[in-house]
Each structure stands twice: as C-alpha cells, then as structure tokens.
C-alpha cells in the first residue's frame, strides 16, 4: 500500500527527496517547478512514510497528505461561454490542484439553458474516463434540480455544486451536492467561497476514499503507479511529450499522452512483472485527444475472461 504526499520546498538540494523516493521504491506522480520552489506529489510506501517525514524536516520543506494524488478529476461545466464561465468552474480547478489533483475542463456542447441544454453519449464517454465528475452548475435551484439528466446514468461518482443549498436526495444520480458555489461574477476569495471549497475537498476526498477501500476488495493486478512507471521507463516517446504529466494516473489505470493508433502496440508490449501490459489491462483509444487510455484488470477480472 502507498500514501500520496505532497512536498513543497526549495529547489537546492531537491535532488536528495528525489533520491530518497527511488530509494524507497516510491514514486514521483509529478513534479513542478515554480520560481525557486520545488512541489512533488509522491506515492510512498506506507511504512516508509517517515523517512520521508524526516527529510522534509531536514531540507525545511512543507510535507501534506494528498489524498487526490493519483487520480483524475473532470470539472464538468454545461458550457464554456461566459456566463457558466471563468470563475467557478476555474477556481474550483484551480483550488483542487492544490490539493494533488490532476483534473481536466469539459464543457458541454449544448447547455445555453435549461431548455436546450443537453449532453452526447461522447461526452458521457469522456467524463466516464475520469475517477469523478464535478458538476459545476449555477446560482438556480429548479435549474439545478432540472439538470439532474446531464449526469443521472454517468457510471462514475458524481458531485454537483451551485449556489443554494439541496437536499442531494432531490438530484437523481448525484453522489454528493456541496452549495456556496454558484456563479458569480468575481474571483473565490472571500470567506464564504473558501470554506465551500473546503467543503467539496472534504466531499471529493471521502468519495475517492470509498472507492479505494471497494477496490481493496478487488485490487487491481498491479497498482496503478507502477504502470505508470513501467510505461516512463520503457516508452521512449513520453519524454518527446510537451502535455503536463504525459502519463496521468488514475485509480485503476493511467492515461498516456500518445496518439493510440500509433502507439497502441507500444504500450501494449510493455513488460511488467515478466507479462505483457496487455495481458493484464485493457488498452482502448481514449475521447480526449485519441490519447491512450489503460484500465488495469482485477482479479476477478480475469476469471470472468477464462470462464
């Protein structure tokens, strides 16, 4: 079992956290540098999670528990026009990121209104793609309850958020509603915003943690780190590409960065633990991008296959 940390500090000496992560046979999710400051989202193994604490005590660095690391998140809007954008949907991105989250925007093509609005069997596919859906919707409370159909038969679990505060009992298909975020015409600054935002980490960090204790159960064949290693490792071309995180992790796969039909049979041949990466997930071509997209099979899995 792995914990995910965030470490924030200078960039001298940098090089010695990153020595020790090998060394303990962790692993770096992704790494920025801004400025002088150095931010690492790490997996660690459980039992070495204080050697890690004693480093970052020894380099004067900031070292935080990041429960979304390793996943990803999509900030669902019902457009990108500026009346449903920049500020709520982005802030809410923007504040997730802080938290270890690699999340991605997806606007809706058709949702000027609640009368028009609507959403394609693609776009279902594409936001299907990531561990949870954030629904960020308005300022209206019988708009929000009339909207539940964009996100009532999506497979993955779904948080909405807007201004006034529901019962997430009246919006069919909704895992959880955190209200205080609806759309306004400013910037999340002020004290109201913050603790709503508080709040939907709170929310995103006890779902993800319930669906890891369900996978659990179940695990994956290998974790979802380690192929995202094996892949950095032995795939050449990841280190051509200009994307942040070329190779994201999720729960129970990766996303790679690289045109499927080119680099399918690629990332299929990677070898870990003496097997072939397609012999123990599924390699399909992803909706964004024609990326590569990698769900790790479990178990059970692949006695469902033999039978």
């Given amino acids: 079992m792995y914990e995910t940390l965030i470490f924030t500090g200078g960039v001298h000496k940098s090089e010695e956290i990153r020595e020790l992560i090998e060394d303990l046979g962790g692993f770096i999710l992704q790494d920025s540098i ?45 457009t990108l026009a500026r009346h449903h954008l920049p500020h709520a949907a982005c802030d809410i991105s923007e504040y997730l990121r802080e938290f270890g989250a690699k999340d991605n925007m997806i606007g809706l093509a058709r949702g000027d209104g609640k009368g028009t609005s609507g959403i394609t069997e693609e776009e279902k596919a594409l936001i299907e793609e990531h561990d949870i859906a954030v629904f960020a919707l308005g300022s209206f409370e019988n708009c929000i309850k009339e909207k539940a159909f964009l996100y009532d038969d999506i497979d993955i679990p779904v948080i909405v958020t807007g201004a006034p505060e529901i019962d997430v009992n009246e919006l069919p298909g909704a895992d959880a509603y955190v209200g205080g975020l609806g759309r306004i015409p400013r910037r999340l600054r002020r004290g109201p915003d913050i603790r709503a935002l508080d709040k939907l980490v709170e929310t995103i960090e006890q779902i993800l943690n319930d669906k890891k204790r369900e996978m659990a159960l179940d695990a994956p064949l290998v974790p979802a780190i380690v192929v995202k290693n094996a892949i950095e490792n032995q795939v050449r071309e990841i280190e051509d590409v200009i994307s942040p995180t070329p190779v994201t992790s999720q729960l129970d796969g990766v996303r790679v960065k690289l045109d499927y039909d080119t680099y399918k049979d690629v990332i299929s041949n990677v070898v870990i633990d003496g097997r072939k990466l397609s012999e123990i997930a599924e390699i399909k071509k992803s909706k964004m991008y024609d990326y590569i997209l990698v769900k790790i099979n479990s178990e059970s899995s692949l006695v469902e296959d033999s039978n």
């Fill in 34 to 78: 801004q400025q002088m400051e150095l931010v690492l989202n790490m997996a660690i193994p459980i039992e070495d999670v204080d050697k890690i604490e004693e480093k970052s005590k020894e380099l004067l660095a900031k070292l935080s528990v990041a429960p979304m690391a390793g996943s990803e998140i999509a900030i669902v809007s019902p």
